[in-house]
């Protein structure tokens, strides 16, 4: 069975600094891998994800994320937050093998301080 | 081009009442799905449907009925609501071509209270 965790439920920064939310994962084979932020009253919106390739994937809106392997962690980051940034975040994962559905963290609320 | 569309984004009814929720699409997406999101549970998968003709159980399927009434269209109903039904409930879809390149799309969501 898949699953994510996101271990914070809150992570708290100040503008201009990088941030990282963090994610890791359990699937059987190789996953693909996905952030969706949201805003306030809103539905997900899809952010970057993993499929193949290189480890490290950019996304919309200066966001990037790290696939690692070997600790099963893809933990999404931003060199400089700002405080438009502030939303929740979800990290979803999916098996490649046929069309099954993403599987949901449970968020982690990112907010960032003027 | 509207993307994943819901109705209502609002309702309120009381334990006992039953109601639609609707969900279309304009994407020519194959896959199809509902989910709720509750406070600290993240998003749990109700129902899906793979293609045109075909619905699955997700996660928390039970007090729900779905229909893909059509490949635009997918519905949830509740057919007696309970207050545990309160939630934020979401549509998405995804072209599921078998490509990597399929990204899963939202809707805007439907806030339900059950009193």
């Known amino acids: 069975a898949q699953s994510v965790a996101q271990p914070e439920d809150q992570v708290n920064v100040a503008e201009g600094n990088p941030l990282t939310v963090k994610c890791t994962y359990s699937v059987s084979g190789n996953p693909y891998l996905f952030w969706y932020v949201q805003y306030p009253n809103r539905g997900l919106q899809f952010l970057l994800k993993y499929i193949t390739g290189d480890n490290l994937v950019k996304g919309s809106y200066g966001f990037e994320a790290e696939f690692n392997k070997s600790q099963t962690s893809f933990h999404l980051k931003k060199p400089s937050a700002l405080v438009s940034d502030s939303a929740l975040y979800f990290c979803a994962v999916r098996d490649r093998r046929g069309n099954t559905p993403l599987v949901f963290g449970k968020g982690t609320r990112l907010s960032v301080i003027a | 081009n509207a993307g994943v569309t819901q109705t209502p984004k609002f309702q309120v009814l009381k334990t006992g009442q039953s109601m639609t929720l609707q969900c279309a699409q304009d994407m020519n997406h194959n896959s199809m799905y509902w989910y709720r999101q509750d406070p600290g549970m993240g998003l749990r998968l109700i129902y899906y449907?793979?293609?045109?003709?075909?619905?699955d159980k997700g996660e928390v399927p039970n007090g729900y009925n779905v229909s893909r009434l059509n490949k635009r269209e997918f519905s949830l109903r509740l057919e007696s609501a309970a207050p545990s039904q309160t939630s934020v409930y979401f549509c998405?879809?995804?072209?599921?071509?078998?490509?990597?390149?399929?990204?899963?799309?939202f809707g805007p969501g439907t806030r339900l209270t059950v009193l």
């Open positions: 449907s793979a293609s045109e003709g075909t619905t």
């Open positions: 998405a879809s995804i072209r599921a071509s078998g490509s990597s390149l399929d990204t899963q799309y």
